[in-house]
């Protein structure tokens, strides 16, 4: 179970190359791909699936833990 925000997005690993001493270019070379959805996250980010602001998450999920524990 994911508490949070939707993270950025960023999900392809890039390889930076230099092109001469004052610039460099990244070029993608691998991406993640989800064995259920058969997509990525990047771009789009990934839901949680309880949203609550990042300041909170912790304990959100302190309480979501303790709540399930308590249901056994």
């Known amino acids: 179970m994911i ?3 939707t993270t950025g997005g960023g999900a392809h690993l890039v390889m930076m190359h230099r092109i001469d001493t ?3 270019i990244g070029v993608p ?3 993640p791909i989800n064995p259920i959805s058969k997509t990525d996250w990047e771009g ?3 839901v949680p699936d309880v949203k609550v602001k990042s300041s909170d998450a912790f ?3 302190e309480r ?3 709540s399930k ?3 056994r």
């Open 3 to 5: 508490v949070g925000e």
């Open 22 to 24: 004052h610039f460099i």
């Open 29 to 31: 070379f691998a991406r």
């Open 44 to 46: 789009t980010g990934v």
């Open 59 to 61: 304990e959100a999920a």
């Open 64 to 66: 979501l833990a303790k």
């Open 69 to 71: 524990l308590q249901a």
